[in-house]
């Protein structure tokens, strides 16, 4: 892992050693609400903990092993998945982690674990990732048959925090998964999931109260009506959405778009071999992480550049160059920035041979 760019003013990172330390997924919270700390976890000797890290005083706590969690359901396809799909609600302090059909509701000053009373139909599981509500009132994800084979129908569920209820639970005639709530809590933005060559309508955009739901960004085709343009890993930005034009789409190059979802149109903003892009709580800054593979000039495997660009200006800078693999979503790079884009975290592989992780924290 190095540095590039002037603007990282500091860089840590965090992290125990001689383990696999990892984030939740991107688009899911992580920090406090006063943004004094952000949650992790760690397996560390076989067994997964969830932690603290508090920045301002280089401080870790330990809140608690989850041991529990190997007997989940997913555990024993992938021992992280719970804990990647998870998210925090930072007016409480507490973290949400499915078990199985169950919302866990983790208390960090309690240190202590309670399942929600909310009754999910018997032979399903949940995933994500989730997504809080920016008012902290409402958790959305995904609720799925128990099957080893991949979904072709999926459901998603809005669930009232404070009061433990499903609130909205929906079928859908395909594969529907991240969720994320727009500012309006009413909104939802959420995707057609699965092979990205095969799918036209990635972008869709749920209005739970009024139970509808519709495509919001008309990906491109050539003259033959071939789709050539595939594009994922989209996240709120301000009230619009970003996402990514991937390298395996039959066009000149990878790039993020920010999709407008009331006029549905989509502007390029910038061209790399992106791979994951997030978003500041404005909208206007932008972190991602590259790939090497498909239509990419970036040719060097396990490797991945984290790069800044910031729409005010239209500047580009990349941060860091950081190891990671794709055989678990542990270990890929998801970068992210808090509410006001000044603080980026991801993941950093060891080495492609090591089973150990950190995270990095720049602060900009």
């Not at 507490?94 to 674990?113: A, E, M, R, W």
Request: aromatic residues 10%; negative net charge; hydrophobic residues 35%.
């Amino acid at each position: 892992m190095k540095r590039d760019s002037d603007l990282v003013k500091e860089q840590r990172l965090i992290g125990y050693d001689n383990a696999l330390n990892f984030l939740p997924y991107y688009t899911s919270d992580v920090w406090s609400r006063d943004e004094k700390y952000f949650v992790f976890y760690c397996q560390k000797d076989g067994r997964i903990s969830l932690n603290t890290y508090s920045p301002g005083k280089d401080s870790y706590e330990r809140v608690l092993d989850l041991d529990r969690w190997a007997s989940s359901a997913f555990s024993k396809k992938d021992r992280y998945a719970d804990m990647v799909c998870s998210s925090l609600v930072r007016d409480t302090e507490t973290v949400l982690i499915s078990f199985d059909n169950q919302i866990c509701h983790v208390s960090i000053p309690g240190k202590s674990v309670h399942f929600s009373k909310a009754k999910f139909p018997e032979g399903t599981l949940l995933t994500g990732p989730f997504n809080v509500s920016q008012d902290g009132k409402y958790l959305t994800g995904v609720n799925l048959t128990n099957s080893d084979a991949l979904p072709k129908k999926t459901s998603l569920f809005v669930y009232e925090i404070t009061t433990e209820e499903i609130v909205f639970l929906k079928e859908f005639e395909f594969w529907a998964n991240h969720p994320q709530f727009f500012a309006n809590s009413d909104r939802i933005l959420f995707c057609h999931e699965g092979a990205t060559e095969r799918i036209p309508d990635r972008m869709h955009l749920l209005e739970w109260r009024l139970g509808l739901h519709y495509p919001i960004y008309p990906q491109q085709h050539n003259t033959e009506g071939e789709l050539i343009e595939c594009i994922g890993h989209e996240m709120i930005a301000g009230d619009k959405a970003i996402t990514v034009r991937y390298p395996v789409s039959k066009m000149a190059s990878g790039a993020i778009i920010l999709v407008d979802p009331m006029t549905k149109n989509g502007e390029v903003l910038d061209h790399d071999d992106y791979m994951h892009v997030a978003s500041n709580a404005a909208g206007d800054l932008f972190v991602m992480d590259t790939c090497w593979w498909g239509n990419t000039v970036r040719k060097t495997d396990a490797e991945s550049d984290v790069i800044l660009f910031d729409n005010r200006t239209k500047e580009k800078s990349i941060l860091a160059t950081v190891c990671c693999t794709m055989n678990n979503q542990a270990y890929h790079v998801h970068p992210r920035l808090n509410m006001k884009g000044d603080i980026v975290l991801c993941s950093s592989k060891e080495s492609v041979s090591s089973d150990n992780a950190k995270i990095l924290y720049l602060q900009l």
